[in-house]
């Protein structure tokens, strides 16, 4: 199993940029896909982006297509999100979690995932 814990949330002024890490510790980490959601207040969870174990494939939300970037590096245990040009919509907490590998369509669901962080608040103001 893979514990989850993010970083690097706050408060952003709109156009501005943050990168969010996702720590994993426990061995099985490079062995998963990973994702990011974000959940704004009376809303749902929504899907960001999910990159796969490998890297080498990557899904963006149309919301963020453009603007936000994942990564992850193995060696490390860590999946990252670059996100530019922040807009105030993009408030919300958002989370990191782990998912079997899957190439199905429903990456964007988040009872594909099993693993969840505890969240990280990101704020922009306008």
């Known amino acids: 199993q893979v514990q989850l814990v993010e970083s690097g949330g706050g408060p952003v002024q709109a156009g501005g940029s943050l990168r969010l890490s996702c720590a994993a510790s426990g061995r099985t980490f490079k062995s998963y896909d990973m994702g990011w959601f974000r959940q704004a207040p009376g809303k749902e969870r929504e899907f960001v982006a999910r990159i796969s174990w490998s890297g080498g494939i990557t899904y963006y939300a149309d919301s963020v297509k453009g603007r936000f970037t994942i990564s992850r590096d193995n060696a490390k245990s860590t999946v990252s999100l670059q996100m530019n040009s922040l807009k105030p919509e993009d408030t919300a907490v958002y989370y990191c979690?782990?998912?079997?590998?899957?190439?199905?369509?429903?990456?964007?669901?988040?009872?594909?995932?099993?693993?969840w962080g505890q969240g990280t608040q990101v704020t922009v103001s306008s």
């Open positions: 979690a782990a998912s079997q590998p899957s190439y199905s369509d429903t990456y964007r669901d988040p009872t594909e995932y099993h693993t």
